[in-house]
């Protein structure tokens, strides 16, 4: 049974989101931020729509938590994204100093973990691979679909 506060409850909120972008021909990224078992912040990959090379989702979600708790600092809350963050994003990540960042699939080019230093928070717990398979086969349907 899935619990209310599980990490794969939380990773289906932001697949939602990243079926919202799918949904606006922006490559279909979402994320949610969690503090204390509460979604405070939703976001989706806004790059298109926005005509903005940093509205990725995990940026956009940054912004709205810092702006809901009132603190540029979110060390008690989570951060779920489908894909792995990109280098720019894990930088925003460092400085947010989020508690937790879980993410879905990986990014093999240009994901965070290809750099050899690592550059999210010491005291940030990374978990990875919650939901892969569903947000890979999501990235994969966008980009046949972008081809064609």
């Known amino acids: 049974m899935l619990s209310v506060f599980s990490d794969e409850h939380f990773m289906k909120e932001a697949y939602k989101e990243a079926l919202h972008a799918f949904e606006k021909n922006e490559i279909p990224v979402g994320a949610v931020v969690v503090c204390?078992?509460?979604?405070?912040?939703r976001a989706h990959n806004q790059t298109e729509t926005l005509n903005d090379v940093?509205?990725?989702?995990?940026?956009?979600?940054?912004?709205?938590?810092s702006n809901y708790?009132?603190?540029?600092?979110?060390?008690?809350?989570?951060l779920y994204i489908t894909?792995?963050?990109?280098?720019?994003?894990?930088?925003?990540?460092?400085?947010?100093?989020?508690?937790?960042?879980?993410?879905?699939?990986a990014?093999?080019?240009?994901?965070?973990?290809?750099?050899?230093?690592?550059?999210?928070?010491?005291k940030t717990e990374i978990?990875?691979?919650?939901?892969?398979?569903?947000?890979?086969?999501?990235?994969?349907?966008?980009?046949d679909k972008l081809r064609s």
């Open 69 to 78: 708790l009132g603190s540029k600092y979110l060390p008690e809350c989570d």
């Open 83 to 105: 894909l792995e963050p990109c280098v720019m994003c894990a930088g925003a990540l460092f400085w947010a100093q989020f508690r937790r960042v879980i993410y879905g699939a």
């Open 36 to 41: 204390k078992n509460k979604i405070i912040a």
């Open 127 to 143: 978990v990875k691979g919650i939901m892969a398979a569903e947000s890979e086969e999501l990235m994969h349907r966008f980009f």
């Open 54 to 65: 940093t509205a990725h989702a995990e940026m956009i979600a940054v912004t709205s938590a």
């Open 107 to 122: 990014d093999i080019k240009r994901g965070f973990s290809n750099i050899e230093q690592r550059i999210l928070h010491p």
